[in-house]
């Protein structure tokens, strides 16, 4: 008889880190040949336009960035909660949260000076999200309750919160349709590249993955949150107020989210909308797994989401593969890194008797 | 029960080994039929590893098991559950939302086809209490019923599989008194019947009042196997302890000075919310280490976490150097300068994923000397733990290593590099050399004794009682909470010592 077991196997080098995430992204895309085919598609033609949409043309390349934008900032939020094993999957209401706090602010902020405006929406929105996040997090500390329940089903919370204003106080005037008013023009992010939709959302999620390393790296916050992360009660012991921690994490990584919230709502959408993100908080989760939870993995994996988001809608023109091909990838991109992760840290023993 | 009997079940030659530690060396074991068996031994004998093997639930790297004649290679519970043997572990595998009666047809083929067959299985089971007396409402839910009354569940569990041979892992320890007595009339009957039970205790008095027959495990070993009728609980102590002593170590002549650790009147609760210290008083004083005997789960670990900040007393008071511990802060011990070593260095005392310099800093990553404005200093920290590593001669690949990559001595020279290296004027060292080699321990047996010569007082709280011989200045006893007595080391004797361990008063 031949029985399988699972045991712990040694820590790996440290160039695991990046060679298995670049695996596992190669094994998505050869495996996506199956979807592509099953419906019907030339398969060298589909990868070929699925890379030409997404990074072809200039333009093409720079709205691979504009996609990248919310996807990043959500991944890092996301990535920087489960560091601490704060597990935030909340990060779509948190983004909801900042484009409705950038929505209040961007509509009524006329009366002072233009410049203050962004600034005033770009912290009213990382708060938003950060507070949105907070509780959850007050709920776990104070009274255990599992933050992976709880940040979830804020989510509905959240949307539902967001409907209810857009058909009533938020709704502009005269329209029937759930949508608030404009924001105004001082509220607008800059388009930093000219005959694109390059914005300032898309450098602020840059330098966000900067200060994120800085902070995980170089601070004593994030030590903290390292130390609070790999044992808590070890942490506790050695005199880490586990609380605070917790707190300010839920805090940053709401924030962060709430930020992309704010990006698609002032340079994109300008106004609030109920579908201002097609899940892009979820996506975060992903993005963050397949990331490796660094800001850097993080960086290239939205990176890569996009690719494939933006490349789908091409694809799907040129060779009539639906564009939900894209959400069976990204489904798979998940899977196969789980997959991968848990052999760097399992291996299976095959025991024959 | 004659030992010229065939055994039930036999163990021969069994070693298991985890990463480190050996836990059974070479144990040859018999377990006949009609008998009951106890296995004595301290926590970490390994008593409870060889039942495990037994049970099917660890396989054994070398050796053979024959039950009933047969050689039986056990690989799951399932196995060994199919030829007779069960066992009632020390944590019950019952599922709290569900009764009685479906927590024990669980695994069992009661029924036709799709459904549960609950008639035929409560009437076996009705049939199972009556002759054992083991009243339990078969309709009660699981999470509504006494700690006592779960162990009944489990060992009708046992017998409604129809085992021949029960093992019990220390079932008196979560018992009060009437249940216990209620617990050894279900054994003897058990026995009566010819079934064979095993009984793993270090509680010497239960031992003689229950068992035929006495296996002693110590270190991983068969030390000792004794008719009860032909013993006394004199010589188990004796045998359990053991007698050699490990090392000769140079103590030098410091006279102790004034207090450094008193607790006055502390009272804690234990995870379950039962009473684990009961009005607790100890004195510590510099150039001194009290050596705290006992086996544990009599308070030693409640003890430790309240003086470690990690568990909030009832009541009482934690004084370091006359200044008053903010009770269940380890910020306030760490400020007051206690180096603390738990016993639990794995889940408490260290981050295994992080490197052995994070885990060095742990304590002090905050002061002015390693960061300004929040950053991190790491020119200093690496300097830091550079020294720290080769002034306890850890051996790694270095101050990045994984601190998971350490060897089990050398995880407790991190562990003391971190707690001994900012000079504290007390040490609570609880288990320190627990699951560790000869080399190790020696090493960290003179660390302890250079911080006694260095001025700090020590508490060391240990089930070895070679250690506590070997380093105590007194030795004190503490049993269900209580501090049974308190001798300097030169009046100690070993029988007392192991008479006070087991709750005897003389």
Same mark, same amino acid.
């Given at each position: ?83 601490? @094993? ?11 949260? /900042? ?10 902020? /006329? ?30 500390? @104070?009274? @255990? ?15 539902? =919160? =967001? ?171 998940? =899977?196969? =890194? ?16 | ?16 080994? $985890? ?112 002759? $054992? ?30 085992? !021949? ?46 068992? !035929? ?139 295994? !994923? ?114 506590? $011989? ?37």
């Amino acid at each position: 008889m031949i029985r399988m077991r699972i045991t712990k196997r040694e820590p790996l080098p440290k160039w695991a880190r990046v060679v298995i995430p670049i695996a596992a992204i190669i094994t998505t895309l050869i495996l996506s040949a199956i979807p592509i085919l099953l419906a019907g598609g030339n398969l060298w033609k589909s990868y070929y336009y699925l890379f030409y949409g997404a990074l072809g043309t200039r333009f093409n390349l720079l709205e691979t960035f504009v996609k990248a934008s919310p996807l990043l900032l959500t991944g890092l939020a996301v990535a920087f909660a489960f560091r601490a @094993k704060f597990w935030n999957i909340g990060a779509e209401g948190q983004l909801l949260a /900042g484009a409705l706090a950038a929505t209040v602010l961007g509509v009524s902020l /006329g009366g002072i000076p233009g410049v203050l405006v962004l600034p005033v929406i770009i912290i009213g929105g990382f708060l938003a999200g950060g507070i949105w996040a907070a509780i959850p997090a007050i709920l776990k500390t @104070k009274l @255990k309750v599992d933050d992976v329940v709880s940040t979830l089903l804020l989510n509905y919370v959240m949307i539902h =919160m =967001m409907g209810a204003l857009l058909f009533g106080p938020l709704q502009q005037p005269g329209s029937s349709w759930p949508r608030s008013s404009a924001i105004i023009e001082a509220a607008r992010y800059p388009i930093l590249l000219t005959k694109s939709r390059f914005h300032l959302g898309i450098l602020i999620a840059l330098l966000a993955v900067l200060v994120i390393w800085f902070i995980n790296k170089r601070t004593v916050f994030g030590y903290r949150s390292k130390a609070v992360g790999v044992n808590i009660r070890a942490a506790q012991f050695g005199g880490i107020n586990t609380t605070a921690v917790i707190l300010w994490t839920a805090l940053v990584s709401g924030g962060l989210a709430g930020l992309a919230g704010v990006g698609e709502l002032c340079a994109l959408q300008y106004r609030l909308i109920m579908d201002i993100s097609p899940g892009y908080g979820y996506s975060g989760i992903v993005i963050a797994m397949l990331g490796n939870l660094h800001p850097v993995g993080v960086l290239f994996s939205s990176l890569f989401f996009s690719v494939i988001i933006v490349g789908a809608h091409t694809m799907s023109r040129m060779t009539g593969v639906p564009t939900y091909i894209a959400e069976v990838i990204q489904g798979m991109a998940l =899977m196969i =890194m789980l997959i991968f992760l848990l052999f760097t840290e399992y291996r299976i023993r095959v025991v024959r008797k | 029960m004659t030992t010229t009997q065939k055994p039930i079940a036999s163990m021969s030659s069994i070693t298991k080994r $985890f990463l480190d530690v050996t836990a059974n060396s070479d144990i040859d074991f018999n377990l006949y039929p009609g008998e009951i068996c106890a296995l004595l031994g301290e926590n970490g004998a390994g008593k409870t590893t060889l039942m495990n093997i037994l049970f099917g639930y660890y396989t054994c790297d070398e050796g053979e098991i024959f039950i009933k004649g047969k050689k039986a290679e056990l690989s799951a519970p399932r196995d060994a559950i199919s030829r007779g043997v069960g066992m009632v572990r020390q944590h019950f595998a019952l599922v709290p939302s569900q009764t009685v009666l479906e927590n024990i047809i669980i695994g069992t083929d009661s029924g036709k086809g799709l459904f549960l067959d609950f008639k035929s299985a409560r009437i076996k089971l009705l049939r199972i209490q009556k002759k $054992f007396g083991l009243q339990v409402d078969p309709d009660a839910r699981v999470w509504t019923l006494s700690v006592g009354e779960q162990q009944k569940v489990e060992i009708l569990k046992a017998l409604y599989r129809d085992v !021949d041979i029960l093992i019990m892992d220390e079932p008196t320890a979560v018992l009060a008194p009437a249940e216990t007595v209620e617990l050894f009339k279900t054994l003897k009957s058990m026995a009566k019947e010819g079934r064979s039970v095993v009984f793993i205790s270090h509680k010497l008095n239960e031992v003689m009042e229950i068992a !035929d027959r006495v296996v002693v495990l110590r270190g991983g070993r068969v030390v000792a196997g004794r008719k009860t009728s032909e013993t006394n609980i004199k010589e188990l102590a004796n045998l359990m302890v053991g007698r050699d002593l490990l090392e000769r170590l140079e103590k030098k002549k410091v006279r102790p000075g004034k207090p450094v650790l008193e607790i006055e009147n502390l009272s804690a609760l234990n995870d379950k919310k039962l009473l684990a210290l009961k009005g607790l008083k100890l004195v510590v004083r510099k150039n001194e280490i009290l050596g705290m005997a006992g086996i544990s789960g009599n308070g030693q670990k409640e003890l430790s976490e309240a003086l470690f900040g990690m568990r909030d007393p009832i009541e009482g008071t934690i004084k370091i150097n006359g200044d008053a511990l903010r009770l269940g802060s380890p910020v306030s011990v760490i400020r007051l300068k206690m180096g603390r070593i738990p016993e639990d260095r794995i889940d408490t005392g260290l981050m295994m !994923d992080l490197s052995v310099e994070e885990n060095l800093i742990l304590e002090n990553h905050a002061t002015p000397e390693f960061q300004r404005f929040g950053m991190m200093n790491f020119k200093k920290i690496h300097q830091f733990s550079e020294d720290l590593i080769g002034a306890y001669s850890i051996m790694s690949s270095g101050r990045d290593a994984v601190t998971s990559s350490l060897s089990g001595g050398n995880l407790q020279k991190v562990m003391l590099a971190r707690e001994l290296g900012g000079r504290p004027a007390i040490v609570v060292a609880s288990q320190p050399t627990r699951g560790l080699d000869v080399g190790a321990m020696e090493y960290i047996h003179q660390r302890i004794l250079q911080e006694r010569e260095c001025g700090a007082g020590v508490l060391l709280i240990s089930e070895d009682l070679d250690e506590i $011989f070997a380093l105590s200045d007194r030795i004190t006893v503490l049993y269900e909470g209580v501090i049974m007595g308190d001798v300097p080391v030169a009046e100690a004797s070993r029988e007392q010592i192991g008479l006070w361990m087991s709750g005897v008063t003389r």
